[in-house]
């Protein structure tokens, strides 16, 4: 894979977890009709390779928009980044799907907590800001795959 995509992909992750330290992930300052819903079941690898899924939808976007995941167990307080797939603010349903390995501690199959987020990087005085369309934090299921 070329190291380009993997570099920015790392830096949209970084970036919105750690905007999510700042903002809560399910406020959404944005229009009362966008939504992200993560999907009761995700699957998980033997090599800790999880993949998150659900449906967003958002409007008016002028900066890029990134549907994050992450997936925390047993502890609320230390969660793992999934990817984060571009989205597309056009006031339509879309499909989103994250796949990420999770290194750091294992997860196993079994309950887990989700949080999927909708944020843009929205310039403002010439720097990409943080703007939180929508949130959503949901209860699913990692079935082994």
Not at 44 to 53: A, E, I, P, Q, R
Not at 121 to 130: A, F, I, M
Request: aromatic fraction near 4%; proline fraction near 8%; charged fraction near 15%.
């Amino acid at each position: 894979m070329p190291l380009r995509p993997v570099l920015a992909a790392a830096a949209v992750g970084s970036a919105a977890l750690l905007c999510a330290a700042v903002v809560p992930a399910t406020a959404a300052p944005g229009d009362p009709s966008e939504s992200v819903t993560v999907y009761s079941n995700g699957r998980l690898t033997d090599d800790g390779t999880v993949t998150l899924s659900g449906t967003y939808t958002c409007t008016d976007a002028i900066g890029p928009v990134f549907v994050s995941s992450s997936v925390s167990q047993e502890s609320p307080n230390h969660r793992h980044g999934v990817g984060g797939t571009r989205a597309v603010c056009d006031g339509v349903e879309h499909h989103w799907a994250n796949t990420g390995m999770v290194t750091s501690e294992k997860l196993k199959p079994g309950a887990a907590d989700v949080e999927a987020t909708i944020m843009e990087l929205r310039p403002q005085g010439g720097l990409p800001l943080p703007f939180f369309h929508a949130g959503r934090q949901q209860d699913v299921t990692l079935d082994k795959a």
